[in-house]
C-alpha cells in the first residue's frame, strides 16, 4: 500500500494520549457501508448517507470507499463531467491513481497517498478518470471520496482547487509506535494537517499494527466516526468490533479510541487500515439532489437551472478512456449522488 510512509515510524512526532481519567468516546451506532455503482460504473461502498444518516455525519455528507480493486486492462471507469455546488470533495488515493480536470481551471494527476481537495462552492464541472496507462493496462486502485458540506454563508465562495501529494501529508506515530497517523487535514495535539478546510475538520488515515491501540484526543464539539478501509478491530468505550465496510459512530467525549485485532487478514495491508474522522457540526438544513447540496429545495432548482444555462462552466467536448464521451449531462439525474 503506497500511501505515505514514513523512513522510521520512531523518529515520528508522537501523538499524546488523553489522560486516563478522560473517557472514551462511546460507540453510538455501528453502521455497513451499502454498495452501488457511480460515475460511468465504478463500484463503491458507501457507509454514508445510509448506515449513518446527513445529521449524524455532519459536517460531512458522503464517504465512498472505491476498492482495493484490481482493474482489468480497459476496465477503469471513473466519472466523467459532472457538476457540484455547494460542498467540498476530497479525493484521497492510497493505490493508483485518478486525473482530475475542471472547469474553472484546477486540476492534476494523483496517486499513491496524494489528496485532491475541490471547493465545488457556487458551482463547477469536473471530471474524475482513471489516466489513460491504467485504463489501458488496468492495474491496483485503492481510494475514498469524501464530501465536506459548506455552511450557507459559504456556499457561494468561488471554487477552488488544492493538490496535497503525500509527502505533504503529516506523518505522527502512537505512542508505543504501533500506530501510523497521517494527518490530510486539520489539527491533532497541535499539529497540523496540509489541507485548508472551510469547514473545521479532522480528516486521519491511520494503520494499525495487529494488536496495537491508537488513543487520539478529540475536540468535544467535533463529531467523530470510524470507517475500516481494511482489516478489523474494535472502537469505542465498549470496544465493539469493526471490520472493513463498516462506520462506528461515536457519542460524546474527548477521546476516540481504536484497537487492531491480532489477526488481520493481510492480503492488501498486514495492518488495520482505518479513517477517524470529525468535524464542527453546521446545524443547518440539507436539501440534496444529486450534485448539488443546498439548504433549500428553491436552491436546487436554482442550481439545476443555472447547470443547463451553462453558468457553472462549459465542457471541452473530447472523447476519452474510461468514460466514453464526455456528458455534462450525467451528473443530474434525480437522486443520484454523483462522485
Ligand atoms: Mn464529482
Given at each position: ?24 468516546r ?14 460511468a460504473?465504478?463500484?463503491?461502498r458507501?457507509?454514508?448517507?445510509g448506515a ?14 472505491i ?25 484521497y ?56 458540506n459548506l455552511p ?63 488513543r ?48 488481520q ?8 487500515e ?9 446545524r ?10 443546498m ?19 462549459s ?25
Amino acid at each position: 500500500m503506497p500511501a505515505a510512509q514514513p523512513a522510521d515510524i520512531l523518529v515520528l512526532p508522537r501523538v499524546p494520549e488523553p489522560p486516563p481519567t478522560e473517557p472514551d468516546r462511546p460507540v453510538a451506532r455501528i453502521g455497513t457501508a451499502h454498495r452501488q455503482l457511480e460515475g460511468a460504473g465504478f463500484p463503491v461502498r458507501r457507509p454514508f448517507p445510509g448506515a449513518v444518516a446527513f445529521r449524524e455525519a455532519d459536517p460531512f455528507l458522503l464517504l465512498d470507499h472505491i476498492g482495493p480493486i484490481h482493474w482489468a486492462p480497459r476496465e477503469a471507469r471513473g466519472a466523467p463531467w459532472h457538476p457540484h455546488r455547494g460542498f467540498e470533495t476530497v479525493t484521497y488515493i492510497l493505490d493508483g491513481a485518478m486525473r482530475h480536470t475542471d472547469s474553472h481551471g484546477g486540476g492534476g494527476l494523483i496517486r499513491d497517498g496524494d489528496t485532491q481537495w475541490m471547493t465545488a462552492g457556487s458551482g463547477i464541472l469536473h471530471d474524475e478518470m482513471p489516466p489513460e496507462d491504467l485504463f489501458r493496462h488496468g492495474g491496483l486502485f485503492h481510494g475514498t471520496q469524501l464530501w465536506v458540506n459548506l455552511p450557507r454563508r459559504l456556499k457561494w465562495t468561488p471554487p477552488r482547487y488544492q493538490e496535497i501529494p503525500r509527502d505533504r501529508v503529516l506523518l505522527l506515530a502512537s505512542q508505543d509506535g504501533g500506530a501510523l497517523v497521517r494527518v490530510i487535514a486539520g489539527e491533532l495535539a497541535g499539529h497540523r494537517g496540509p489541507g485548508v478546510t472551510w469547514t473545521p475538520i479532522d480528516y486521519l488515515h491511520a494503520s494499525l499494527s495487529p494488536g496495537a491501540r491508537l488513543r487520539l484526543p478529540w475536540r468535544p464539539d467535533f463529531s467523530a466516526l470510524a470507517y475500516v478501509l481494511v482489516g478489523s478491530g474494535q472502537v469505542g468505550a465498549e470496544r465493539v468490533g469493526l471490520r472493513a465496510g463498516q462506520v462506528a459512530l461515536f457519542g460524546p467525549g474527548r477521546a476516540v479510541t481504536v484497537w487492531a485485532d491480532r489477526q488481520q487478514d493481510g492480503e492488501y495491508s498486514p495492518n488495520l487500515e482505518i479513517l477517524v474522522l470529525g468535524g464542527l457540526p453546521i446545524r443547518e438544513p440539507i436539501v440534496q439532489w444529486g450534485p448539488f447540496v443546498m439548504n433549500t429545495r428553491e436552491e436546487i432548482v436554482q442550481a439545476v437551472e443555472d447547470f443547463q444555462r451553462g453558468r457553472m462552466g462549459s465542457v471541452p467536448a473530447t472523447p476519452r478512456a474510461g468514460g466514453g464521451q464526455a456528458s455534462a449531462a450525467q451528473g443530474v439525474e434525480p437522486g443520484k449522488a454523483e462522485t
